[in-house]
């Protein structure tokens, strides 16, 4: 009688379980997110929604969605170093540190203790997470957003500010001013490169627009502006490094 009593116990509390998950399909499939550096403050991007307004040298996530997603760093540098990568989240709290190794940038898994210094919230639904104007919510929790690139008024101010320089290397200082503040699609970075006279200078640009750019998937449409391939196969090659 006891045994048939546990497993009715049994039955009913798996059935209750599955009851909940079909109810609440995402209640029991979210994960979180630290990342971490000791060497420059940085921002981070999940599947390129932003999710600290100012740089910051560690950043927990929550309520991510048990999966597979793109984690994008962007270091607080001149540079604007920027590396990416596929990670594989479970209902765990998963821990990453930001590693330098010559010139290049890595994640790696890191196991200590870290007491992030932001607290960010996934965005379920992107459209509704904004905070009025885009503050820091209370308990300095920041409700992201994803990047916009420059409007076509300020892009065409933009490209005539730069197009007043009158030597290339004050177009390439004028051209980085103003991505340090903005985003770009491929198309305008396009335009931009366009204004350079030599290869050298346009694939300088194109590398460092790359982690300003909102569509990264399309920048192999750069390798229009170039006139020799081996320009078009550094600007790959660099491409599959941020990868």
């Known amino acids: 009688m006891r045994k048939i009593l546990i497993l009715t116990f049994l039955i009913a509390l798996c059935f209750a379980i599955s009851s909940l998950q079909a109810q609440h399909p ?8 630290t990342v971490s550096s000791d060497h420059h403050a940085f921002w981070l991007f999940i599947d390129d929604y932003q999710l600290n307004d ?13 999966g597979e997603h793109y984690v994008r760093v962007e270091i607080d540098n ?9 990670i594989m989240l479970n209902d765990r709290n998963n821990q990453y540190r930001i590693e330098k190794q010559g010139h290049l940038y890595g994640l790696s898994l890191s ?3 870290i007491r992030p210094a932001v607290v960010a919230i996934y965005p379920t639904k992107p459209q509704n997470s904004l905070h009025p104007q885009g503050h820091h919510n209370p ?15 300020d892009f ?8 007043s320089k009158n030597f290339d290397k004050d177009k390439m200082s004028a051209a980085k001013q103003v991505l340090l503040k903005n985003f770009m699609t491929v198309n305008q970075i396009e335009q931009v490169c366009r204004l350079f006279s ?5 694939l300088e640009f194109a590398k460092y627009a790359y982690s300003r750019c909102v569509d990264q998937n399309r920048y192999f449409m750069l390798n229009s502006v170039f006139t020799f391939e081996s320009s078009k196969t550094e600007l790959d090659k660099f491409v599959q490094q941020q990868h």
């Open 78 to 86: 001149q540079q604007h170093n920027t590396v990416g990568q596929y």
């Open 26 to 33: 995402g209640a029991m499939t979210q994960a979180s997110l």
């Open 139 to 153: 308990g300095n929790t920041f409700h992201p957003r994803a990047p916009m690139p420059m409007n076509n008024a």
């Open 198 to 202: 030599f290869d050298k200078d346009k």
């Open 54 to 66: 100012k740089s910051t040298t560690s950043i927990r996530v929550d309520r991510i969605p048990e």
């Open 111 to 113: 196991y200590g203790m």
């Open 156 to 163: 065409q101010a933009a490209m005539t500010y730069i197009q």
